[in-house]
């Protein structure tokens, strides 16, 4: 190692010797500053080191990104002290610390992007999608002539969860359409050529289809399903770019636990007729209808980890909100009293006070963003707590919509998971998007 290089090291080593032993708050402050952070323009942030020491703060775009609301692009600091961000137009800049002026300490890129507003929801919505293609959901066993039990679906190596996409070349985009071409080639003896996609993948198989004895007919020996549909509630409205968001979490087909992926689908108004309230161990649900005119609300373009997004043209009725509020990002929650929109009865909403126990620090996108207690009494003698159909219900905390309700804890009905309202809008394409790492959990 060059001599140059070795002092620079050692420098570095006894510097955060010197500035963390003793105490474990400056490590964990520093542990949780972003590699990256996205600001809205206009809105102050900082950056909170909680170091005794000076630095030298540094940002390559002071006219982006003002520190300290100083024009000037370094400046002498102490960690003690919040660094102050003020963001001052849309672009990037790039944040940099030294201790001493010279041991370089952390780097921040941060992401200026313009005011948002949208259109809380909470109104209860019926959710129908047709997956794009056709979902294999089980094996069943066939009777053949000789009386033996077999399964061709299985035969051919189709597991639970794989989505068939082609058979014989004919796209599967309904499930009416299987039992002609089965049949077809049923009859000609010949085996189906099958495309498939797993986990990403696609493959292809021959499956040769066995006639059944007991009904008459040929056979996959496989369960299969193209269609899904529920309650939640919905999250956000974006008037200018028409765009909604719901549920915050993925939509999984109740078999197989894998995502459905969408190929077509609608949101529709629906009606709250009763509760089933959650217990220690038994959540419960809302129990909803579609409404009578089935009236269409929007598409279903996109179901990720972080709910269902696609395009709708107006805003739903019975919501609290008619006007855009602002957008509070993930660095932006924080522990204490909160509130959630939901629907208990008919399709009223109504606000509940809740309490934000735990916050996460996330700089990518992830699952479980904070954790959540329900507090409101009237909310706990209807529901007991979270209730299936509340996902998606958005949190509101000093004026400004941070995330959704999206879990409920199985023994402790009380409390549940929320997600940040930034990845939602990143999904929905309002926002740019960053490398995702979601976490799979359990709906509420």
Not at 51 to 80: F, I, W
Request: hydrophobic share 35%.
């Amino acid at each position: 190692m060059k001599p140059n290089l070795r002092r620079k090291l050692l420098g570095f080593v006894l510097a955060f010797l010197l500035c963390f032993l003793g105490t474990a708050d400056p490590v964990q402050s520093f542990a949780s500053l972003p590699d990256e952070l996205r600001l809205i323009s206009g809105q102050q942030s900082h950056l909170d080191v909680a170091m005794p020491v000076q630095a030298l703060a540094s940002v390559d775009r002071p006219d982006v990104l003002q520190l300290n609301g100083s024009p000037e692009s370094k400046l002498q600091v102490s960690l003690k002290q919040p660094l102050e961000l003020h963001p001052q137009q849309s672009g990037k800049a790039e944040v940099s610390l030294k201790l001493f002026g010279k041991i370089p300490l952390k780097t921040v890129h941060v992401n200026v992007v313009p005011e948002l507003k949208v259109i809380p929801g909470g109104q209860t919505i019926g959710v129908k999608v047709k997956s794009s293609g056709i979902l294999v959901v089980g094996h069943h066993l066939v009777r053949g002539q000789n009386g033996a039990k077999v399964s061709p679906g299985e035969a051919a190596g189709l597991k639970l969860g794989d989505l068939l996409t082609t058979m014989d070349g004919n796209p599967l985009d309904d499930v009416s359409k299987v039992a002609a071409i089965v049949e077809k080639a049923g009859k000609a003896k010949r085996p189906l050529d099958i495309t498939f996609r797993r986990s990403g993948k696609e493959f292809r198989t021959k499956l040769s289809p066995a006639y059944d004895q007991e009904d008459q007919s040929w056979r996959l020996g496989l369960y299969i399903r193209d269609s899904a549909a529920g309650v939640g509630t919905l999250t956000f409205y974006a008037p200018h770019q028409k765009v909604y968001g719901a549920l915050g979490h993925v939509i999984t087909d109740m078999n197989t636990q894998t995502a459905i992926e969408v190929g077509s689908g609608q949101i529709v108004q629906s009606n709250v007729t009763s509760i089933s309230r959650s217990e220690e161990g038994e959540p419960g649900e809302k129990r909803a209808t579609f409404t009578k005119d089935g009236k269409v609300l929007g598409n279903v373009e996109r179901n990720t980890h972080f709910g269902i997004f696609g395009k709708m043209n107006q805003l739903p009725e019975h919501g609290l909100y008619q006007e855009p509020i602002p957008v509070g990002l993930s660095h932006e929650v924080k522990e204490g009293p909160a509130e959630i929109l939901t629907v208990v009865e008919g399709q009223k909403v109504e606000r509940y006070t809740i309490e934000i126990v735990h916050v996460s620090k996330q700089d990518a996108p992830a699952t479980k963003g904070m954790v959540l207690r329900i507090t409101d009494p009237r909310l706990l003698k209807k529901t007991g707590g979270i209730v299936q159909g509340m996902s998606g219900s958005p949190i509101v905390q000093d004026g400004r919509l941070i995330g959704a309700v999206t879990h409920v804890f199985v023994n402790d009905p009380k409390s549940g998971y929320g997600c940040f309202i930034e990845w939602m809008l990143q999904d929905s394409g309002i926002l740019q998007t960053k490398k995702a790492t979601p976490q799979n959990l359990k709906a509420g």
